[in-house]
């Protein structure tokens, strides 16, 4: 028989809810029609897209022709930044103004790097927002960036890594009072923000936001992997990045993914039905989870503020513990958890988004990210802590012997 194995790793991808697969599989054998045909087996596939695409407008308080799907947020993402300055150079080229972007340094990867190619490129010039020690920032510091030249912000809604939550709605306000001062002609500062880890647990309204472009993916709300969306609110100059069919309002060229469209805005329905329900749960259990381990296994901190996080996500530094090989000892023992982001994992170099909030090399090497899904049990808690503790102390007492014989010879 298989072990049972606990699964603490949410942040990085959930199962598809049975409900959701339920929904998608008539999509892949029966109604498997291209939604761009014209006959009734590409109508039907269509009116599946169009059911979903008005299920996330509801949930993001949109119009379902600001929803465009992509195969997930790190398309999502460059397609933002990216299709933002493309257009930007199609209005403005005259001007030879070299437009501003404003970010934050420990964005997701996709965005990081899609700003360090722009910039590279001499497309634009990038300032990475600092972060306070609590691990969000401060809306002032977002002011005192903005140039006259300043096109766009993108700053995500909750880290992926430590799972604290930014305040995009006090942004979307400054941006907006912005905005309002601008002449008519001027480009309008664009605000951005990867909401990839909030839709489970924060409202994503974006007029109460005030985002214009919004990002998400599937593969983290228990629906299907290779689908998300890109919210495009009306009027925001943005322009295509990648070339072939007129899918999605001309936005994203390529055949519609139906299965996983239907999955997603499935996965989406789940969300706005059971998602507060939810969270409460899983928060309990969280809080519970970091009581213990700050309170069982000496040394340890939790990385990010206490109170302004996601309900899922504890993150933790031990000292004298190295975090990779903690990783492979509790999945040894049956424990599936992540030093950092689910991309970056298997890279050896210290977590930017840990260093960011001032730790240092070492310290970010021996964190650990913990997850919790809607399917994490009080049981599960209680034996992960146990592991976790035998864990901590076998490696402590190596990385205590190899000290000492290091000193020893010396
Ligand atoms: C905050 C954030 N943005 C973007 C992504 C990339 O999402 P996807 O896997 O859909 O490309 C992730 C996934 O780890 C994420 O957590």
Same mark, same amino acid.
Do not use: W
């Given at each position: &028989?298989?072990?049972?194995?606990?699964?603490?790793?949410?942040?990085?991808?959930?199962?598809?809810? %049975?409900?959701?697969?339920?929904?998608?599989?008539?999509?892949?054998?029966?109604?498997?029609?291209?939604?761009?045909?014209?006959?009734?087996?590409? +109508?039907?596939?269509?009116?599946?897209?169009?059911?979903?695409?008005?299920?996330?407008?509801?949930?993001?308080?949109?119009? *379902?022709? @600001?929803?465009?799907?992509?195969?997930?947020?790190?398309?999502?993402?460059?397609?933002?930044?990216?299709?933002?300055?493309?257009?930007?150079?199609?209005?403005?080229?005259?001007?030879?103004? $070299?437009?501003?972007?404003?970010?934050?340094?420990?964005?997701?990867?996709?965005?990081?790097?899609?700003?360090?190619?722009?910039?590279?490129?001499?497309?634009?010039?990038?300032?990475?927002?600092?972060?306070?020690?609590?691990?969000?920032?401060?809306?002032?510091?977002?002011?005192?960036?903005?140039?006259?030249?300043?096109? &766009?912000?993108?700053? &995500?809604?909750?880290?992926?890594?430590?799972?604290?939550? +930014?305040?995009?709605?006090? !942004? /979307?306000?400054?941006?907006?009072?912005?905005?309002?001062?601008?002449? $008519?002609?001027?480009?309008?500062?664009?605000?951005?923000?990867?909401?990839?880890?909030?839709?489970?647990?924060?409202?994503?309204?974006?007029?109460?936001?005030?985002?214009?472009?919004?990002?998400?993916?599937?593969?983290?709300?228990?629906?299907?992997?290779?689908? /998300?969306?890109?919210?495009?609110?009306?009027?925001? %100059?943005?322009?295509?990045?990648?070339?072939?069919?007129? +899918?999605?309002?001309?936005?994203?060229?390529?055949?519609?993914?139906?299965?996983? !469209?239907?999955?997603?805005?499935?996965?989406?329905?789940?969300?706005?039905?059971?998602?507060?329900?939810?969270?409460?749960?899983?928060?309990?259990?969280?809080?519970?989870?970091? @009581?213990?381990?700050? $309170?069982?296994?000496?040394?340890?901190?939790?990385?990010?503020?206490?109170? $302004?996080?996601?309900?899922?996500?504890?993150?933790?530094?031990?000292?004298?513990?190295?975090?990779?090989?903690?990783?492979?000892?509790?999945?040894? @023992? =049956?424990?599936?958890?992540?030093?950092?982001?689910?991309?970056?994992?298997?890279?050896?170099? *210290?977590?930017?988004?840990?260093?960011?909030?001032?730790?240092? %090399?070492?310290?970010?090497? =021996?964190?650990?990210? &913990?997850?919790?899904?809607?399917?994490?049990?009080?049981?599960?808690?209680?034996?992960?802590?146990?592991?976790?503790?035998?864990?901590?102390?076998?490696?402590?007492?190596?990385?205590?012997?190899?000290?000492?014989?290091?000193?020893?010879?010396?």
């Amino acid at each position: &028989m298989r072990k049972k194995k606990i699964y603490l790793d949410c942040a990085a991808t959930t199962p598809v809810d %049975p409900a959701v697969l339920e929904a998608m599989l008539p999509y892949f054998i029966d109604i498997y029609g291209n939604a761009m045909s014209v006959h009734s087996f590409g +109508q039907e596939a269509l009116e599946a897209v169009d059911k979903a695409r008005s299920q996330a407008a509801g949930f993001f308080g949109a119009s *379902p022709s @600001e929803i465009i799907f992509t195969s997930g947020a790190t398309e999502s993402n460059n397609l933002a930044i990216k299709g933002i300055l493309k257009s930007y150079y199609s209005k403005n080229e005259s001007k030879k103004k $070299k437009p501003h972007i404003i970010t934050t340094a420990f964005e997701h990867h996709c965005v990081l790097d899609s700003c360090k190619i722009v910039a590279k490129d001499g497309l634009a010039d990038v300032t990475y927002l600092p972060i306070k020690k609590d691990g969000t920032i401060d809306p002032k510091e977002v002011e005192k960036a903005i140039r006259p030249e300043t096109v &766009m912000i993108s700053v &995500m809604y909750v880290n992926n890594e430590i799972g604290t939550v +930014q305040p995009i709605e006090k !942004i /979307g306000k400054l941006v907006r009072k912005i905005n309002s001062t601008k002449e $008519k002609d001027d480009f309008k500062i664009i605000f951005h923000t990867d909401a990839t880890q909030a839709i489970n647990y924060f409202d994503c309204n974006t007029d109460r936001l005030g985002v214009d472009l919004l990002s998400m993916s599937g593969h983290k709300i228990y629906g299907p992997k290779g689908v /998300g969306i890109l919210y495009v609110r009306k009027g925001t %100059p943005i322009r295509k990045i990648q070339d072939g069919g007129d +899918q999605e309002y001309k936005m994203r060229a390529g055949t519609h993914n139906v299965p996983g !469209i239907v999955g997603l805005g499935k996965a989406i329905g789940l969300v706005e039905k059971n998602g507060k329900k939810d969270a409460k749960k899983i928060q309990i259990l969280r809080d519970y989870l970091i @009581e213990k381990v700050l $309170k069982e296994i000496s040394n340890s901190i939790l990385n990010g503020s206490k109170t $302004k996080r996601s309900p899922n996500n504890a993150n933790f530094t031990f000292k004298d513990v190295e975090g990779e090989g903690l990783l492979l000892s509790l999945d040894m @023992e =049956g424990v599936a958890c992540s030093t950092g982001s689910a991309c970056s994992s298997g890279a050896l170099s *210290p977590s930017h988004v840990l260093l960011s909030i001032g730790l240092k %090399p070492e310290q970010a090497h =021996g964190s650990l990210r &913990m997850t919790l899904g809607k399917h994490t049990t009080k049981r599960e808690i209680d034996t992960a802590v146990e592991k976790l503790k035998v864990v901590i102390e076998r490696l402590r007492k190596i990385s205590g012997n190899v000290l000492d014989d290091y000193y020893s010879k010396k």
